[in-house]
């Protein structure tokens, strides 16, 4: 008898963005006809270049003639989009090869697998708010371990990140495997410097262990002291696997593109360097055979000096949304943090009648007396208890209307 896999069974019963959903479909319900402005959505809303849409659209015509129809190119992405991609990290200083690059179909799938590389037993570290892709692959995977009576994995170590230490979590004391590290943060719009990087590169070299960088919003850092790549910092190529995306920076997020870094010299603990790169590779001939080649034609494009212009028009596009929204929320008296290298906006929760608000009571009051949806923090795990993360990435003219009616219809105090 076929039977559902106990590790299925240890995932969250309550999903978040079902809940949302469910929540936004009752509201609208109750009231026919409202518009209902969402800022908690991750996906983004310009439409792509014309010079992505028309390389992308002559690839597919060249599929219809046998002299330029192409078919599998590889599991690992094609070479001219690798050296695109290898251009891009020697501009920022960084020393990566078209060989340790790995074209996939977005950064979603690889930060979810490439635990799949580590044996049962391992530790993991992540930030706590985080991203919860992380920790439901690690349990899906059977790798998180035993849960204990505090609903807790035996093998998961959560990093609290908390106003205190600026929603950027303090090195670990214990030793851990593998640590996830996203910066700029989502949820919290954290953005680490580089002398903060470095303290968990050479924990990382110190223990053995390997550090997960995501990388996915790295293209809205306007700081010169914020690295874009963990490879901008001394001695990570020895201890670091960097996963990216095109997905919020180019528009990409139905087209699907990104890629995965995996140096030669990164070791860890009884692995000799180079033999984690070649795992991956046999990884990805086992269970990938390329990401499409019209969206690699489109993203040949996003990495030449022209596409890179538009990604920090549309960038630019959603900061200054960010900006408004800090603004707004500072108006309504309510303290946010991220926005300023990064496309989300993370605030505490209002105070209504001397309360102060949950995350999901935070939801239902910006639901009901504003008809704005922003994504309860406690989503993102138990340290976003009391937070609310406000997304950036909508069209200016509805963020405006959003974060009017914030401040026109909410009752704080």
Known sequence: MAEIAKDYQQLPKNYLFREIKQRKLAHIARRPGVHVYDLGIGDVSLPLPSNVTN????????????????????????????????EYY?????????????????????????????????????QDPAYPVYANSIILSGKAGEVDNNGQHKNIVYLECTEENDFIP??????????YLC???????????????????????????????????????????????????EGANTCAIEIQSLSKAAGFTGV???????????????????????????????????????????????????????????????LNNAKSIKATLAKAGIKSWGGVNAPYVWSETPTVDGKKLSSWEAFDHYLERANVIATPGVGFGPSGEGFTRFSAFGKSEDNDAAIKAIVDNLQTN
């Open 55 to 86: 390389a992308m659209a002559q690839k597919a015509l060249s599929l219809e003639y046998a002299e330029t129809f192409t078919g599998y190119e590889g599991s690992e992405g094609g070479v001219e989009l690798k050296n695109r991609i290898a």
């Open 90 to 126: 020697h501009a920022l200083g960084a020393d990566i090869l078209p060989q340790e690059i790995f074209i996939n179909d977005g950064a979603k799938g690889d930060c979810a697998d490439v635990q799949t590389l580590f044996a049962s037993g391992t530790t993991f570290g992540l």
């Open 170 to 179: 303090d090195v670990p004391k214990e030793k851990i495997d593998v640590i």
């Open 183 to 233: 910066f700029p943060n989502n949820p919290t719009g954290a953005t680490a410097s580089e002398k903060t990087l470095k303290k968990y590169v050479d924990y990382a070299n110190d223990n053995k262990a390997i550090l997960i960088f995501d990388a996915a919003y790295s293209w809205f850092i306007r700081e010169t002291d914020k690295p874009k790549s963990i490879y901008e910092v």
């Open 256 to 318: 699907r593109l990104g890629w995965t870094v995996i140096p030669q010299e990164l070791s860890a603990e009884n692995v000799d360097p180079g033999e984690i790169n070649q795992l991956w590779r046999k990884r990805q001939q086992i269970h990938f055979n390329g990401p499409s080649n019209v969206a690699q034609a489109g993203g040949e494009v996003i990495l030449s000096p022209t596409g890179l212009e538009s990604v920090v028009e549309s960038t630019n596009y959603y």
